[in-house]
Every structure is written in structure tokens, then in C-alpha cells.
């Protein structure tokens, strides 16, 4: 009996680390939905593109239910709307029914369109676009097939997903 015991308080106590995690992970994209447009690293502006604009279609295409908030609230043990998480982020999720969620929806907008800005205009980027287009105005580029093709112009575009590649 005393051993079963043990067993649930550890079990519990590795869920509420677990939901610790999952807290200060929801925490993380928020500080970083924020915040990543204002690095000069290419590599984290295209990361910061490609999650704001997947956070956008997480928010036009779900039904206003964050996985990582029910399983949080499932490792404490308490009810969804009784988590901290919850009740701080829900306002984001139910995307269609407060001014907040509006301006939640209107700073990623924002914040989304500065990365695409700065990464469009920076110095990696265009290095990128002009290799690519020297490579595809090379008439020796449009004999290879097409795997080759694909390889060397994957080479072009590498530079931006270094983190010290940088403006």
C-alpha cells in the first residue's frame, strides 16, 4: 500500500514538471511570436515566418482548442478552463469573439509582415535570389536533370538557414 503511495507522488510530481514545461513553453512562442522580428538572423525570421503564419491558420482553422493547454490541465489534474495557461491564452484561441484575440490576430499580422520585410531586405536574402537567378540563366543549369538542378539550388538559398549568417 505504502509503495503504491510512493508511486502516485511521483507520478504526480512528474506531471507537474511536465505541465511546468508545457507552461513555459506556451510562454516561449509567445516571447518569441513578439520578438523574433526584431533579430537580424535570416534563419530566425524565416523560422518566426513560418510560425506566425502557422499560428494564424492554427487560430482561422481550429475550433478554438490549444493540445498543449489540455494536456497540461490533464497532468495537474484540473479542469481545462481552471488552468493558468488557459486562462491567460484562451482569450487568443477563441479567435472570433473578443477585442483582444483581434488584437492578438493584428500584432502577429504585424510582427509576421516585419519578418518578411526585414528578410526580403537583407543582405543574405538577396545574395540568395541573385546566385539562384545566375544559376537559372546558365543555358548548362537547364540541361541537368532535374535532381541536380534542384541540388545546386538548394546550395544557393543554405546560407539563410545559418544562424551566424547575419546583416
Avoid at 137 to 147: E, G, M, R, S
Wanted: proline share 3%.
Amino acid at each position: 500500500m505504502e509503495e503504491n503511495k510512493n508511486e502516485n507522488e511521483n507520478i504526480n510530481i512528474q506531471n507537474i514538471y511536465l505541465a511546468n514545461f508545457i507552461y513555459f513553453f506556451h510562454i516561449l512562442v509567445i516571447l518569441f511570436v513578439i520578438f523574433g522580428p526584431f533579430s537580424n538572423i535570416p534563419s530566425i525570421l524565416i523560422i518566426h515566418i513560418a510560425f506566425s503564419f502557422s499560428l494564424l491558420v492554427h487560430w482561422i482553422a481550429n475550433n478554438s482548442a490549444c493540445s498543449l493547454t489540455y494536456f497540461e490541465s490533464q497532468l495537474r489534474g484540473i479542469d481545462v478552463k481552471d488552468s493558468f495557461t488557459y486562462q491567460f491564452i484562451s482569450p487568443v484561441y477563441d479567435m472570433s469573439k473578443t477585442d483582444w484575440s483581434r488584437i492578438c490576430y493584428i500584432i502577429t499580422i504585424i510582427v509576421l509582415c516585419i519578418s518578411i520585410y526585414k528578410l526580403w531586405n537583407s543582405k543574405a536574402f538577396s545574395n540568395s535570389l541573385n546566385c539562384y537567378k545566375n544559376l537559372s540563366n546558365d543555358p548548362k543549369f537547364n540541361t541537368l536533370p532535374f535532381y541536380q538542378r534542384f541540388k545546386m539550388s538548394i546550395l544557393c538559398f543554405i546560407d539563410l538557414f545559418k544562424i551566424n549568417s547575419h546583416d
